[in-house]
């Protein structure tokens, strides 16, 4: 059966990566992790404040004016003023950790 695919040009080559393509497939992968987690943190930071009725004026989260609004949100009870800043730096810890990952690629990419 192979041999009549290939000779009917229906086979296509495959290339097995080395150890160094695989290492680094291995960290581009890594950076899938953080990414995910980054997305995660900004719906619960946004679910936190849309249930207490803490809505952006803005135009587009994430932004820098966003950013700024979001030093500027207060809430009565210090329990959520801790949740509240919990999420903030979730958000910050997975940018963070996603900066990493990419300078370490792009080190290597460049080496």
Excluded: C, N, S
């Amino acid at each position: 059966m192979l041999a009549k695919l290939h000779r009917a040009g229906e086979l296509t080559a495959v290339w097995v990566p080395d150890v160094a393509h695989e290492a680094m497939r291995d960290l581009v992968r890594a950076r899938t992790t953080p990414v995910r987690v980054l997305g995660k943190a900004r719906q619960h930071l946004g679910d936190f404040l849309l249930r207490h009725a803490k809505i952006f004026a803005g135009q587009g989260a994430w932004t820098l004016a966003y950013r700024r609004w979001l030093t500027t949100v207060r809430f009565d009870h210090p329990a959520q003023q801790i949740v509240l800043q919990d999420y903030i730096y979730a958000v910050e810890d997975a940018e963070k950790r996603i900066a990493r990952l990419i300078q370490q690629i792009e080190q290597l990419l460049e080496a």
